[in-house]
């Protein structure tokens, strides 16, 4: 089993920055791919950022390149969501995800994660 916390998130003004925390439980955390999703209302849930277990690949949605960034600490058995320039769209419930079986890349659909957090809310307004 594998429990994900995600933490950080919460109220900024557009153009401002957050940082979302997600702390993960298991002993092999460094062979998790790990990825952040978000869903706004009324909309379907949506790939945000991804990383490898080494961290030496990374995917971006096209909407958050160039502003957001994700990295881990396999040490800390966390990874990070920098949000930096937010827009009213990035108005959504944050999500991290892992999936637990060992790839050469980490994916960018929601099928290969296996283990999802409760979710934080970010909300940017304007």
């Known amino acids: 089993q594998v429990q994900l916390v995600e933490s950080g998130g919460g109220l900024v003004q557009a153009g401002g920055s957050l940082r979302l925390s997600c702390a993960a439980s298991?002993?092999?955390?460094?062979?998790?791919?790990m990825g952040w999703f978000r869903q706004a209302p009324g909309k379907e849930r949506e790939f945000v950022a991804a990383?490898?277990?080494?961290?030496?690949?990374?995917y971006y949605a096209d909407s958050v390149k160039g502003r957001f960034a994700i990295s881990r600490d396999n040490a800390k058995n966390t990874v990070y969501l920098q949000m930096n320039a937010l827009k009213p769209e990035d108005t959504a419930v944050y999500y991290c995800?892992?999936?637990?079986?060992?790839?050469?890349?980490?994916?960018?659909?929601?099928?290969?994660?296996?283990?999802w957090g409760q979710g934080t809310q970010v909300t940017v307004s304007s």
């Open positions: 990383i490898s277990w080494s961290g030496g690949t990374t």
């Open positions: 298991g002993r092999t955390f460094l062979n998790y791919a």
């Open positions: 995800a892992a999936d637990t079986t060992l790839r050469s890349r980490p994916g960018v659909e929601p099928t290969p994660y296996n283990y």
